[in-house]
């Protein structure tokens, strides 16, 4: 294998070097009323770098455009200035090369295989899935950076959360509805036992 990409190895600030990744597809209920048809959807990861699919080399030409437009001097500010001046590089990894993007590939494996378990053969609505998709984000933007000391008088471990937002995300306290079956709950709560189950 070759040498991982050094944006994976080398020490740098928080967002320097970003990337995205898809995975799916989840077949979703179109409406909310029995016997409706389902359509496609699928999720997104962002990580380090992106594969060369055709959707990631549209989206860096758009950026593209968009650069060379803010370059005119109709659209020429100070927010304008400052965004041209810190313009996104992107770089694609070469095909058929999943290690050039191994933290998002591990992610996406964790994410499905979890999602999978809790999903089973039941579809959701595009605003079920929707909330239950950001509620597992949060989840995972919660899990620690390292390890976890077992003195209790230690403080908390330093997370993803704290890199995004300077602090843990904070949830009210709830109901446990792990045992209960999800034929018996209302659709929040429903929603609610699928992140538990997470």
Request: proline share 7%.
């Amino acid at each position: 294998m070759v040498d991982l990409p050094a944006p994976s190895v080398v020490a740098a600030l928080p967002f320097c070097s970003t990337g995205v990744d898809f995975f799916g597809t989840i077949l979703i209920k179109e409406k909310k009323e029995r016997n409706r048809s389902f359509i496609n959807a699928y999720g997104c990861v962002f990580r380090i770098y992106s594969e060369n699919g055709t959707n990631y080399v549209r989206a860096n030409n758009v950026l593209r455009k968009n650069y060379i437009l803010h370059a005119t001097s109709k659209f020429k500010d100070v927010i304008q200035d400052y965004a041209a001046s810190k313009r996104i590089e992107w770089h694609f990894n070469p095909p058929l090369s999943p290690h050039f993007r191994w933290l998002c590939v591990a992610a996406v494996k964790s994410f499905k295989h979890h999602l999978n378990r809790i999903m089973k053969d039941r579809k959701f609505t595009y605003e079920q899935l929707d909330t239950l998709l950001k509620q597992i984000a949060d989840i995972a933007n919660s899990r620690p950076l390292y390890h976890i000391s077992t003195d209790p008088n230690d403080v908390l471990a330093t997370t993803p959360a704290h890199l995004l937002i300077v602090g843990p995300f904070n949830f009210l306290p709830e109901p446990n509805f792990v045992l209960v079956p999800g034929n018996c709950l209302k659709t929040y709560q429903f929603i609610t036992k699928a992140r538990q189950d997470f």
